[in-house]
T-cell receptor
């Protein structure tokens, strides 16, 4: 079955370290998204991509970067981790195929990141 | 500036009764609305959606109502079951595929 996976599921790191969170989908979706979930804020968009070599900034992109070298993967990098980046991170994918005007986003299980 | 608002952080309903979760939005460009359900330690899962050309969409026990003039939508769950206990997120999108989420409502269905 097609799916979307994230790794690691849990990560503890220190302030200032570079961290990369992986996201892999087998839906063959063009669109991929990274969100963070924090209490009182819901899910906020960090970065997104509409296809290979395409990346865009979301609502809370400072301190994060992404790259899209293939359809299946959109890794999220925290260049220099800060305590404010302690959060739960979700990856999602979607595709406007089959003539659908709008598409549904499908989410991975999340990565819980703690920055000490 | 919160473009999608869920003003009730929590809701408790007895099993068998109706659960009504509310969502308000401010952006007139939103034309597609979704509800996601989230259990602890899992990713959000899609529940039901509605296009702005409709005012109601049903799927089994779940119905979403859209009032465009009031910029308000609601999710009705009838009858509520203990397995429905979760956090429910309202989300909205325009033409750019990006979703804007509300802050969520935690539903507790009691026996």
């Amino acid at each position: 079955d097609a799916e979307i996976t994230q790794s690691p599921r849990h990560k503890i790191t220190e302030t200032g370290r570079q961290v990369t969170l992986a996201c892999h989908q087998t839906w063959n979706h063009n669109n991929m998204f990274w969100y963070r979930q924090d209490l009182g804020h819901g899910l906020r968009l960090i970065h997104y991509s509409y296809g290979v070599q395409d990346t865009n900034k979301g609502e809370v992109s400072d301190g994060y970067s992404v790259s899209r070298s293939n359809t299946e993967d959109l890794p999220l990098t925290l260049e220099s981790a800060a305590s404010s980046q302690t959060s739960v991170y979700f990856c999602a994918s979607s595709d406007r195929s089959g003539g659908n005007i709008q598409e549904t986003q499908y989410f991975g299980p999340g990565t819980r990141l703690l920055v000490l | 500036d919160q473009q999608v608002k869920q003003n009730s952080p929590s809701l408790s309903v007895q099993e068998g009764r109706i659960s009504i979760l509310n969502c308000d939005y401010t952006n007139s460009m939103f034309d597609y609305f979704l509800w996601y359900k989230k259990y602890p330690a899992e990713g959000p899962t899609f529940l039901i959606s509605i296009s702005s050309i409709k005012d109601k969409n049903e799927d089994g026990r779940f119905t979403v109502f859209l009032n465009k003039s009031a910029k308000h939508l609601s999710l009705h769950i009838v009858p509520s079951q203990p397995g429905d206990s979760a956090v429910y997120f309202c989300a909205a999108t325009g033409t750019a595929s990006k979703l804007t989420f509300g802050t969520g409502t935690r539903l507790q269905v009691t026996l």
